[in-house]
Structure formats: C-alpha cells, structure tokens
C-alpha cells in the first residue's frame, strides 16, 4: 500500500473513530447530555485523536528509518569488492540500483539486478508491514479512547490540550525552519569569506566570479566585488518604488475615500489581478515591449538606451507591485475609525483636508507596511530582470543602462551542476545574507515608524 493511501485510510478509520467515540458518550449519558463533563464531539475528537495520532507518529518514524535501512540490507548483498567501497561511492551505486528499479537507468546492470529484485522486495515488504502496523496502531487507539469515555471524563480538556500542543509544535516548526535557513545561509558565508575577504566583496568594484581553469587565463583568478550587484538592486527597486507608491497609495485614497460602491467592487478586484500575473509574463512584457519602447522614444530624443536596461525592468516591476502598496493601503484606510472623520468634518475639515492631515497618518502605519511589502517584493524579484535589464555587473547610476541584481546572480551562480567548495558557489551564499539583512534593516526602520505614529494616534 503506497504511503499516501495509507495515510488516507487513516483519515478515514480516524473518521470512523470519532462517530464511535460520540456513540460511546450517547450511551454512557443515557440520554442526559448535561451529565457528561464534555459534550459528545469532544468525546469524538478525543476517540479520533488517538485512533490517527499514534498511527501517523508511527508513519513518521517509519520514514526516517525506512531508506538507511533498506539500502544498508542492499549493500549486504552485494560482493564484498562492492562494499568496501567508500561511503561516496557507495551512495552513487545506491542511487543506480534505485533508478534501476525505477525504470530511469535504462537496462539494468547484470552485477545489479540481484540488488534490484532484493529491494523491490524489501519495499514491498516494508510498505505492507507498515501498513499492517499503523492500522492496528490506529484501530488499537481508537478502542483504548473508547474504554476511557466515562461521564466524569474531561475529554474537553485533553482535545484542547493536544490542540494547543499542536498549534505550539507549528510555531517551533516555523522558528526552526527559518532558524535553519539563516544558519545554512551564514555558514556557508562564513567558507566563502575564507576564501575572499569581507571587505573586497563588500567595496569591490569588479563581479566576476567566473574562476578559470588554468592559471594562464583571464581573470583566473575572478572578481568578487559586490557594489555593481548592489548599485543595480537599489536602483531598480528604486524605479520600481517611485511607480508602485504614488500610483497605489492615490489608487487606495480613492477607492476608499471618493469612490462609490458599484465603482469600487469592479476596480480594486481588476487592480488585483495585477498580483496574480506570473512574473515571466511581465518579463515577456517588459522584454518585447517596453525595453523596444523606451529603446525607440530615446533614439528620437538622441539618447543611447540599451537593449536591456534598468529602466524598463523598474517601470514594470512597479506595475507589478502596484497590488501590495495598493490593497493594504486600502484595508488600513478603511480601518480607521469613522469617528475621526466626523471630528474633523464638525471641525470644519474638508474631505481632503481630513484625508491628509487625519486618515493618512492614523493609516500609515499599514501604508508603511504595504511598502515595504512592496519593497521587499522588488528587491526579491528575479525573472523580470533576467528578461529585461540583462546579467551584466555594470557600477552605474543610468537607468538607461543594463544592470543586474543580487537575486538575478544567485540564480545564475547556482544553474546547473556546482562544487559547493569553490568561491563560485560559495558567493551566491554570501549575496543571500547580504540580502537578509539589508531587508532586516528595513523591517526594522518599518517597525520604528508603525510605533512612532500609533502612539500618536491611537
């Protein structure tokens, strides 16, 4: 039985469980429901939660347990030339036998196909056996549950607990992921900074990080200078902020504050769809029509635009991002009380003058957040910069020009195959916490602001 199916199953007894466990508490209250410490579908949640929760637990176990097992029997019979292999090679004839059995290997060795047919057995044997396990596991929680139902049962108590304990276990599970991402990140900054110094790749002028083979080629040794990378982030996020601000936040006043209802249920939905267009449709966009526009309407004003510049990929990036400054905008714009509106009108306010000097600041906390929502969202995008600004590490500040960013290089420096023990590598690790913590540094300064102005105002 495939693990999916089982797991399916489960659900299903789990299911089965909980209308055994509410049966059981009908019974045992004889019809008197206020007898029970519980109403019936706690006794349920409680029947289902021990048919389900020792089954999946023994899933869970299963699996970590399952692969190194298996492919340690495989390695026992195969001949002892084959198991005095080392480690490395051993996981690469591993990795063969496996795609054999797959079928992706093509014709199967003849030295393997003994190992091939010995773990094709033993994963037959392994999926039955756990899934003989876990349906008895979850048959045996499930009559353990309903031996304890009784009237003074606190099944409340317990189903909660194990919610709350769940809810606490999602928590940590996001901590630590994010706990994990940011020390893999550092560790392997800290390799590359042992290869490269700190401080020419934070003030280098030169990208380079294509490593020769020989000594005798160009540039054999590469160039980690990071300032291009940064100057080119900083400036289409820029160009990206100075259309996506103005253009969302006058866009969120006015639905808001002047539009009418009809009005209002047709465009902001329309405005959204902004948000759900992929963003190798904007790189299409911005590749086929307006880099050649920017391109012709500089020509006719004399000025050398680039085919992929910095400018067509910050003007659609903003049309991109519109959505984020313009939505949240506007939740926060109606979440401000209406009672201050009506202060300011019976002191004698106009519409517009309440708007800016009442309903903008109480709101800018989450106007705030929507740009820097809008903001983080530039600096991390990467397809619209690959079509439309190009991969040349130029250190320029004209926007006419091609550019690249941070992202953009991370992708390219990890296509394809890589030792992740070359500076190559290592540096696309090194741009990741450079980025962390620039956007550290913004929600930081956001979190200044939002706190300044609520006590102001609220």
Known sequence: MQKSTLLLLLLLISVYAFHVGQKRSQEIAQGKIKNLHSLPKYYGYYTALWAFLPALLLLFIWLGFESPVINHSVIETLPEESRSLSNDLKGLLINDIHNSLSGSAGE???????????LRDLKIWSNW??????????????????????????ARNQVEKTVMWFLLGSSLIAILTTVGIVLSVL??????????????????????PQIAMRSDQVASAGAFGAVPLFTGTLLISSIALIVAVPIGLMSAIYLAEYASLGFRSVAK????????????????????????????????????????SALAAGLVMGIMI?????????????????????????????????????????????????ILLAASRAIGET?????????????????LEAVTTVTTQIVTLLVGDQEFD??????????????FLATLVLNILALHIVRKYREQYE
């Open 108 to 118: 199967t060795k003849p030295e393997l196909k003994a190992a091939v047919e010995y």
């Open 129 to 154: 056996l756990l899934s003989f396990l876990a349906v008895s596991f979850a048959f045996m929680g499930m009559y353990f549950a309903r031996s304890r139902i009784r009237q003074g049962h606190r």
């Open 187 to 208: 560790f392997e900054s800290i390799r590359f900074f042992g290869k490269i110094p700190l401080s020419e790749f934070l003030f280098g002028l030169q990208w380079s």
């Open 269 to 308: 939905p329309l405005l959204e769809i902004l948000a759900g267009i992929p963003t190798v449709v904007y790189g299409f966009f911005a590749a086929l029509t307006v880099a050649p526009f920017i391109r012709g309407l500089g020509a006719d004003f004399g000025l050398d635009v680039s085919s992929e």
């Open 322 to 370: 519109i959505p984020f400054v313009s939505s949240l905008s506007d939740d926060f714009i109606n979440a401000v009380p209406q009672s201050l509106r009506d202060g300011a009108y019976a002191l004698g306010a106009t519409q517009s003058e309440t708007i800016r000097q009442v309903v903008i600041p109480a709101a800018l906390p989450g106007i705030v957040g929507g």
């Open 383 to 399: 397809m619209i910069v690959v079509m439309a600004a190009g991969l040349a590490a130029n250190l320029t500040a004209n926007p």
């Open 422 to 435: 070359s500076p190559k590598t290592l540096a696309a690790f090194a741009l990741g916490l450079v980025l």
